[in-house]
């Protein structure tokens, strides 16, 4: 079945510095989401990207769908306290939603 | 909106003990997930919901858990007996109408821990 990689596996950020995190297909995807979970929430769905080249923002976030649509990233700018969890893309398979095992965020004040 | 609800929110067994959880999903949503997630790993779904029919059940071990939902709404997960690679946490989701489009709404989660 359709499996997302994500890399890295964890992340250490200082706060105020920027990073990206990566989740990548074999295959084309149809659509990626990407969840977050704060340190023992659940997971809580931020965006959808649907198109190729897609590009999405929220706030200091910025999402990207790639052009062949096998791989997405997030980046986010200006690492903040609250950035801290783990974050999740998801992609379909059939009728079901595959996780990757998501990049776990920490960060230094 | 209410959201998903979970309980317990934290459960501990022996190992062969059963144990069972709730989950009662955003009202007006079709589709129920649950899910098991062990730490440092992404969510697993165990068992996808449409209504009251089973959409997709293929990483659930039909051997020891087994799953319902009732009249489409409420759904109960059920370990018997329990093992210790069970510990983990159960995820309850729901979804308006299912697919890989949609947007999934996850409860807090139950919590089990399996000695």
């Known amino acids: 079945g359709q499996q997302v990689m994500q890399i890295p596996q964890y992340q250490h950020v200082q706060e105020g510095e920027d990073f990206t995190t990566y989740c990548n297909s074999s295959?084309?995807?149809?659509?990626i989401q990407w969840y977050k979970q704060r340190p023992g929430g659940h997971p809580v769905f931020l965006i959808q990207?649907?198109?190729?080249?897609e590009v999405k923002k929220q706030k200091r976030l910025t999402f990207q769908f790639g052009e062949a649509k096998k791989n997405s990233s997030l980046h986010i700018t200006a690492t903040q306290t609250t950035d801290v969890g783990t974050y999740f893309c998801?992609?379909?398979?059939?009728?079901?939603?595959?996780f990757g095992a998501g990049t776990t965020v920490t960060v230094r004040a | 909106e209410a959201g998903v609800a979970q309980s317990p929110r934290y459960k501990i067994i022996e190992k062969r003990q059963s144990v069972a959880f709730w989950c009662n999903p955003i009202?007006?949503?079709?589709?129920l997930y649950w899910y098991q997630q062990i730490l440092g790993q992404g969510p697993k779904l165990l068992i996808q919901?449409?209504?009251?029919?089973?959409?997709?059940d293929s990483q659930l071990p039909k051997d020891r858990f087994s799953a319902e939902r009732l009249k489409g709404v409420d759904s109960t997960l059920k370990i018997q007996p329990a093992k210790l690679e069970d510990s983990a946490v159960y995820l309850c989701?729901?979804?308006?109408?299912?697919?890989?489009?949609?947007?999934?709404?996850f409860g807090p989660g139950t919590r089990l821990t399996v000695l």
């Open positions: 989701a729901s979804s308006l109408s299912g697919g890989g489009t949609d947007t999934q709404y």
């Open positions: 295959t084309t995807l149809s659509n």
């Open positions: 990207l649907v198109k190729s080249g």
């Open positions: 998801a992609a379909p398979n059939d009728y079901k939603l595959s």
């Open positions: 009202s007006g949503h079709a589709t």
């Open positions: 919901f449409q209504n009251n029919g089973v959409v997709d």
